[in-house]
């Protein structure tokens, strides 16, 4: 079994932080994170998420709503939920593995 200085539960946003932290002042870390993926309920199905669709979804309003406004002329403005999602999950994605590239970086070991 590894001995170490510090084990964080929870990769959340304050977790990861803390992690991170320690690791960089010298401390060995251990990070323990019972989903799949680090960054929490924040980062995974939470705030980042829903700021992601909201952005998406502000666009497709404003378009569609306001861009006559501005002189400028479209055709009929159509929303591809798929895309959407998928612009979501590759947002996601990007961030999560940010964690765990900055875990290996500094060298904070997780499960």
């Not at 060995?28 to 829903?50: H, R, W, Y």
Request: net charge positive; hydrophobic share 40%; with cysteine.
């Amino acid at each position: 079994m590894a001995d170490f200085d510090l084990i964080v539960i929870g990769a959340g946003p304050g977790g990861y932080v803390a992690a991170i932290r320690a690791a960089q002042l010298g401390m060995k870390v251990a990070c323990v994170e019972k989903e799949q993926t680090l960054g929490g309920t924040c980062l995974n199905i939470g705030c980042i998420p829903s700021k992601a669709l909201l952005n998406s979804s502000e666009k497709f309003a404003e378009i569609s709503k306001h861009s006559e406004e501005h002189g400028i002329t479209t055709g009929k403005v159509e929303l591809d939920l798929s895309k959407l999602m998928q612009r979501k999950n590759k947002i996601v994605k990007q961030l999560t593995s940010g964690i765990g590239f900055l875990f290996k970086k500094n060298k904070v070991r997780s499960k």
